[in-house]
């Protein structure tokens, strides 16, 4: 009897076991399949099927530029739910060398901030940028003249579209002129003459950078000849002759202390007194003079300097500062049109951008800027007289602003001022470095 319980008692413990192992397998198998098989994440209920438009934009700049174009990508894709912006920015250092990785890898970005000699470099035959004529029914072109388009026209295609404008401008502080008994100057030789009476208090005419200092024996040298030392496709036609009557008027303006060679930064200078006037890239403009005026200056916007007898050219350039471009191998060219739209004529982003770029070539920006009263008093001063100049001015050949050009100029100037090496070599070896320099 007692065997027959113990038999009993083991039957219903496996009966037990068993219907535990069932029930444990059951509870496996159920989440297995319910994890696995059903995937609950993947049975959410789909409202949208629809998927962006993605397109790129890249630009450079310093970080206010940055946090503005920042904050108007996010009110174009409000505006624009169907199109996602991916964008990439960085400060100038760098900027230029990966933006020639990519257009020779063919990865630019859709929609670009360029310089405006890029043109010339990567679209010569006008292939290299999307011809945005194409794309004139969803980009307004409208507030742009014939004179700006031609900016960003190569080989009779349409490429880019300038921002603003950039010329030398000329600011003089008037109120040390007045210590002087000196007007402002409007020649060469009015220049050689304020320093004749400024010199002996350590004081000059002018504040000039390298590159501005260059621009300037350029003007003064098209001006008494008639002739250009580069052609248009940028090569150095100027030969030794050339060379040598650059470096002469740069020893005489040396010699006569007209220029500020070793003083501090030109903003410095001009704003604590030590130059009287200074030559300037009219989007400088507000920067430089609002520092004159907080020393209770009065800044004086005045013409370039010109020879005394009528020049036989103006002798001064004009470029785009920046301007915007479409890659000709984007995938999304409508999208892009519409972010470029916006960039250049949408109410919002102009008031974000403001003068930060210069005054908008864009005359519908422009009233914009103008109606909201957001327009910087000397940023338009110099902005308005580019604008009433362009007449006036040429077309800026990219090679001049090519820094071998601009440093080899420099480093011979010197050597002939500082008596290192005489006139005759320096002009040949600056004419031969021009030579290799843009010619091969």
Known sequence: MIKLREKNTRRKSNVIRFTIGIFMLLIFFGF?????????????????????????????????RHLYTLNGIDIFENKHPNIEVDCSYSVWNGYERRNRVYMLSGKEPDVMQ???????????????????????DITDLSSYSKIDLRYGTSNGVLNAIPIAYNAVVFYYNQALLDQYGLNVPETWDDLFAAASVMHKDGRYPLHLSDKHLFLSVIAHYEQITGQTIFDNDGKYIGGISAARQLLEFYKQLFDGQVICVNGKSADMDFGNGTCAGVGIWASDADNYCTMLTSRGASPVLANPPRTNDHDALYGWYVKPATMYAIS??????????????????????????????????????????????TLNVYDAEAGNYVFSSLDRFDPMVPSIENTDVITAFRDYADKYAYSVADLDTCAAELADKWVVVLNN
């Open 32 to 64: 297995n399949y319910y994890f696995l098989v059903y995937k609950p994440e993947n049975r959410d209920v789909i409202t949208d099927t629809k998927k962006n438009t993605v397109i790129s934009f890249s630009w450079w700049g310093n970080d206010d």
């Open 114 to 136: 360029i310089n405006f000699n890029w043109i010339r470099q990567y679209s010569a035959d006008g292939s290299g940028y999307y011809d945005l004529n194409k794309l004139s």
């Open 328 to 373: 000709s191998r984007s995938s999304h060219p409508k999208e892009a049109a519409s972010l470029l739209n916006f960039l250049v004529n949408d109410s919002d982003m102009v008031l974000l951008q403001g003068t930060e770029k210069g005054i908008p070539v864009n005359t519908q920006a422009r009233k914009i800027l103008q109606n909201s009263g």
